[in-house]
T-cell receptor, first 115, second 112 residues
Framework: KQEVTQIPAALSVPEGENLVLNCSFT??????LQWFRQDPGKGLTSLLLIQSSQREQTSGRLNASLDKSSGRSTLYIAASQPGDSATYLCAGEGYSGAGSYQLTFGKGTKLSVIP | DAGITQSPRHKVTETGTPVTLRCHQT?????MYWYRQDPGHGLRLIHYSYGVKDTDKGEVSDGYSVSRSKTEDFLLTLESATSSQTSVYFCAIRTGATGELFFGEGSRLTVL
């Protein structure tokens, strides 16, 4: 069974700082790895998807990497802004046959960017 | 925006009553999922569907059933709601091209 862990559970940084959020998973036979953002009381917004054949993806100030051999993914946020304050979730997708894909989520890292 | 609509968005009900949550999509994606999100547990998969009338159980399926009679609708039913089912429920779809998941806005259910 896939288990996904995110450390730290909470992080507070001053505005402008570059930061890294960590995600680890137990099953290296991961299919896709996806990062999400969730604002309080809201749904999940997809940030980046790293497909199984890829090692990283970039979107604006965000860069996500995937290392299947070590069971790790990182989300790098450059020049953080107060608007980046949210909970960030990573999720690993497994394939269990018969066309069945399932995502397992970490519990998230709550990021606060202080002006 | 992947065209996902959840209804109702908020519901308060009493223990023992049946509840049905609806997830509607407009883009004919094959895969649809129901998750619940609780403090301390994160997001957990309840049931998922990989086609019309094709469904399977997830991690926390006890007390829930689902139905998918047409591609665009995936229904989650609590046959007899309990207080432990108080939660926020999220529907998601998986796009066929990349496998990216998109989520609905959530349905907040309170069982008294």
């Amino acid at each position: 069974k896939q288990e996904v862990t995110q450390i730290p559970a909470a992080l507070s940084v001053p505005e402008g700082e570059n930061l890294v959020l960590n995600c680890s998973f137990t099953d290296s036979a991961i299919y896709n790895l996806q990062w999400f953002r969730q604002d309080p009381g809201k749904g999940l917004t997809s940030l980046l998807l790293i497909q199984s054949s890829q090692r990283e993806q970039t979107s604006g100030r965000l860069n996500a990497s995937l290392d299947k051999s070590s069971g790790r993914s990182t989300l790098y946020i450059a020049a953080s802004q107060p608007g980046d304050s949210a909970t960030y979730l990573c999720a690993g997708e497994g394939y269990s046959g018969a066309g069945s894909y399932q995502l397992t989520f970490g519990k998230g890292t709550k990021l606060s960017v202080i002006p | 925006d992947a065209g996902i609509t959840q209804s109702p968005r908020h519901k308060v009900t009493e223990t023992g009553t049946p509840v049905t949550l609806r997830c509607h999509q407009t883009e004919n994606h094959r895969y649809m999922y129901w998750y619940r999100q609780d403090p301390g547990h994160g997001l957990r998969l309840i049931h998922y569907s990989y086609g019309v009338k094709d469904t399977d159980k997830g991690e926390v399926s006890d007390g829930y059933s689902v139905s998918r009679s047409k591609t665009e609708d995936f229904l989650l039913t609590l046959e007899s709601a309990t207080s432990s089912q108080t939660s926020v429920y999220f529907c998601a779809i998986r796009t066929g091209a990349t496998g990216e998941l998109f989520f609905g806005e959530g349905s907040r259910l309170t069982v008294l």
